[in-house]
Structures are given as C-alpha cells and as structure tokens.
C-alpha cells in the first residue's frame, strides 16, 4: 500500500450556482410572507433554483472544475471523490456520475449523508485517508438541491433553502494545515428535521406485502434547532480550537453554515468574534445545506480576501442532528 505518512493542504476551491433567482418579493406572490420577515428573521433575500438540465450532478461538477482548476491538477490525477449531499439524482449515490463526468478514471468515488454537516465531516474523512497516507489527491464536494424537497407552501421552511454546490481540492502536504476538527450527533433530536421516508403497504400476494412509500416534504421544529445551534456550535468550535491549541484570537474568518445570519451573529457574539471576520453569503443563497460553506469560501478566495495562511473556522450543522467544526489554514 501507499503511505505517504503526511497531512494535507486545501489547494483550490470552486463552486457553482442555478441561473434562476427567487427573491423574497416573488415567495411572497403565493406564501403568506414577506421580504420584510424573512429578511430580518433570517438574512436572506434570495435564493437559487435548479431547473432541467441543471441537477446536482452538474452543479457539483462545475463547482469541482473550478477548484481542480485552481489547484491546477488534473483530474486523472485524483484519488479520492467525496460527494457530500443528501439530495443525490439517484438514491444509490451520484458521485461516480461527477467521476465520469470530470474524466476522473482513477479515483474512488462515494456519497456522503450528514445533511448541513456534511461538507466538516466529509473533511474530516478525507482527511483521514489522507494523514494515513492511503490517497495525496483528493477532491470533496458539497453539494444540495433542496429545493426538490420542500414544501413550497410550507413558509416556515420553504423560505430558508436554496440550491449550490461548492467543492475544494485536498492535496498531501507535509505541514498539516488541518488544524483540528470536532464531530459531534445526537439521533435523538432527530425528529427536530428530517426529510423522512414515509411507508405504504403494497400488497404483492395475500400473504405478502413490501412497503412502498415515498420521501415526504422537509419537516422543521425551527426554534429547537435554532437553540441547537447557539449553544452547540460555539461549544464544538471551542474544542476543536483545544485540539489544535489556538484560541479564538487565531480565528481570522468564521465560516458557519449559512442558516440564519441570527444564528451567525449570535455565535460570533459568543465566541467574540469580530463581525468583519463573519462570512455571510445568506443574502443571496440561501440555506444550500452541504454546499452552504464551500459556497461561501469559494467567493471569499475568488475575491482575494481569504489569503493563503489564513486560520479559517468552520462550522456546520443539522439535520442528524450533526455537528462539528474543523481549523483550518488556507493554501499550502
Ligand atoms: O440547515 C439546518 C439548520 N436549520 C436552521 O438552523 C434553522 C433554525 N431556525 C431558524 O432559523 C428560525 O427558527 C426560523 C427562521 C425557521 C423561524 O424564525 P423564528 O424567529 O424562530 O420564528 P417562529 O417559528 O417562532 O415564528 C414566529 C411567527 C409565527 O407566528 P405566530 O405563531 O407568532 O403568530 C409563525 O407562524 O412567525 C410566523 N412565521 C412566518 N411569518 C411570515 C413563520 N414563518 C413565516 C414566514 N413569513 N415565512
């Protein structure tokens, strides 16, 4: 076997996005809502919609193009694809879909489900393989299209999602720029959100009958998870600054998942964290789930603010419910 024996640098990152914007105003056309609520509950104005031909198979491989790109390493060069979703094309997975589609004919390619923390735990999993020095190229994707599956006249949900992806490079590095991570569940909040399947009893003879149901519209009890979130991520943060023996004075961006800009603000209050070193990309996208924070860190390395050697914090969770939070530095 391999082994490098080594850790791992974030070496690119891109993202991609539906054409269609829903803004709040339009929402407001059949939901009894308005921009004003949503804007001052949440942060958010508008979301993206996909639509034929875009599905999450091309959104994730537009927003891995980019990231490849940037790291300039070709896909035949990769080892690893880790496709953080819970909204795949096919319910067997659709990463060997984006292998084929990125000519990727080395790489092992798998779908991962930790719902809004799958882009931290995919991380954290890629990196494992990494550190042990099984795979040197690896590309993580997190990538969602929720709109598929919310009640569109359910408000107390439909107005917080939005469809993305976004993807980073992960290359072996001798200098270990993942800094710590923390992972945390708890599956007995889980009927707090789900995206659950629903049984029905088909008979196929007298005696035998198989259950054929379907999955049903996303379910929410909005405030639990809103004080799930306060009070979880700060904690799951702090541990993971412990195991990488910094303090929240390292932390130059603060990069949650984008669920509400109450929530974000709430936490850097916590943790004392400046406003200026909050990213917040809601406005615009939305809740985009495991695409929420490569989404947001794409545009923050595109526009030059995040600089290589930049202590990042990020933070995602959800649905599980899942938690965890990883430091990392960007660049080699
Ligand atoms: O990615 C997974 C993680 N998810 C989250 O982090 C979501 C966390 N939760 C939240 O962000 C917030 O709880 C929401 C944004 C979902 C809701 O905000 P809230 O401040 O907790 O509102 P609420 O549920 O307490 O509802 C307040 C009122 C209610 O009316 P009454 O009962 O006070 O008369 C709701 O019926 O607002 C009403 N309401 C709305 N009104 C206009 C709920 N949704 C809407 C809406 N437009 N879209």
């Excluded at 980019?66 to 979703?85: G, K, R, S």
């Excluded at 359910?154 to 200098?175: K, P």
């Amino acid at each position: 076997m391999q082994n490098w024996g080594t850790g791992l640098a974030i070496t690119g990152s891109g993202s991609a996005a539906p054409g269609v914007s829903l803004s709040n105003a339009e929402l407001s056309q059949w939901l009894e809502t308005s921009d004003e609520w949503i804007s001052t509950r949440t942060g958010i104005q508008a979301r993206r919609l996909a639509s034929a031909p875009e599905s999450l198979v091309t959104l994730a491989t537009a927003a891995a193009q980019q990231a490849l790109a940037m790291a300039n390493l070709d896909p035949t060069e990769l080892d690893l694809i880790v496709l953080a979703t819970s909204t795949p094309d096919d319910l067997f997975g659709s990463a060997c879909q984006v292998q084929a589609a990125l000519g990727a004919k080395q790489a092992v390619a798998f779908d991962m489900t930790a719902a809004c923390s799958g882009f931290v735990f995919g991380l954290v999993t890629a990196a494992q393989f990494m550190r042990m020095g099984v795979y040197r190229n690896v590309l993580l994707i997190g990538a969602d299209v929720l709109s598929r599956w919310v009640d569109w006249r359910d408000r107390r949900t439909c107005i917080l999602f939005g469809d993305g992806a976004g993807a980073v490079v992960l290359q072996a590095h001798e200098a270990d720029q993942l800094l710590g991570f923390a992972l945390q569940s708890d599956g007995s909040q889980n009927s707090c959100l789900n995206l659950a399947y629903q049984g029905q009893e088909t008979p196929l003879t007298a005696e035998i009958s198989v259950d054929q149901g379907r999955f049903t519209p996303i379910t929410m009890n909005g405030q639990e998870v809103y004080r799930f979130a306060v009070r979880r991520v700060p904690e799951i943060i702090e541990k993971a600054l412990f195991h990488a023996g910094l303090t929240t004075a390292d932390i130059d961006w603060l990069l949650l998942h984008q669920a509400n800009q109450r929530i974000l603000d709430a936490v850097a209050q916590r943790l004392s964290v400046p406003a200026e070193k909050v990213i917040s990309n809601l406005a615009q996208f939305g809740n985009t789930s495991a695409a929420s924070i490569p989404l947001a860190l794409d545009a923050e390395v595109r526009q030059n603010r995040i600089q290589v050697g930049d202590c990042i914090a990020i933070a995602g969770f959800g649905a599980g419910l899942s938690w965890g939070a990883a430091l990392f530095r960007w660049g080699r």
